[in-house]
């Protein structure tokens, strides 16, 4: 008499391990990539003088980083206004 | 002052939220009508480091309420999320009640196991994209069927490298989703989540 077949069950698909072994790209993906966008401002203040006034979709690069770019007021001459 | 919002969420008692988020900062709570918000004071590095901190956050939240992100890394003077939170409260409560206690899981569905051959023509480039599209999507349905009710709604996109598919579950459910998921077929099927339910959020 033949054996009796088990029924066949379709193999898992790879799945994810826990939390903490999430792909870094994954992670990167889905902060940068998706969520709410709000359309703000921001004005940078340095010496209590407002700099720059920057109209952010997206902040490309950190403001640190774009001071350090951006040339500083230059001194009017003594006598002119 | 600038801050770092990082997600809302509704409003529900005795949550445990993460104290400290980006650069150590402390998490803050900003609430308007049924809405909680989450948010961290001052400008964040622009670093993969700091998104994964902005992730951790996210995920401590999403084990005991599903969240509404936002993306990283939004900075808005604190007014200038106070005042949206007052004008998109209501919207945002709406579409956190519908996904709430849910989570968004996804599955990259790529073809293996046929050999690429070079197209003599544009015509046989254009069916042979055809072909795999189609066997894609006879994957992400077989998928769709071998999880019934376990996937409360269903999203897909193509990419350049198969299809997305993104998949709205109850958080307690995300173990036999994992279980219920098939392979073979010719397919590779890559599960990762649980997710914020970003794909099941509509814009304002």
Sequence with gaps: ?81 | MPVLPYCMLLRTAGLKLPRKGVGGRPVRRMTEADLLCLYSEGLPPASAEAALEFHRVLAAVMKQASPAPFRFPTVLELEELRRFLHLNSAHFARQLERVQQAVQMELRITATGEPQQAAASGRQYLAARARARKRLQSGARRVRRALGPLARRWRERETAAGLRCYVLVDREQVPRFRERVPAGGGLSIQVSGPWPPTEFLEAL
């Design chain 1, 1 to 81: 008499m033949p054996a009796k077949r088990k029924p066949r069950r379709l193999p898992k698909a790879a799945a994810a391990p826990p939390d903490s072994d999430l792909n870094l790209l994954d992670i990167l993906d889905h902060v940068l990539n998706a969520g709410v966008v709000v359309h703000g401002s921001l004005v940078i203040s340095l010496a209590g003088v407002d700099l720059i006034y920057v109209g952010l979709n997206a902040v490309l690069t950190s403001v640190e980083t774009a001071l350090r770019h951006i040339e500083p007021p230059r001194a009017l001459p003594p006598g002119r206004r």
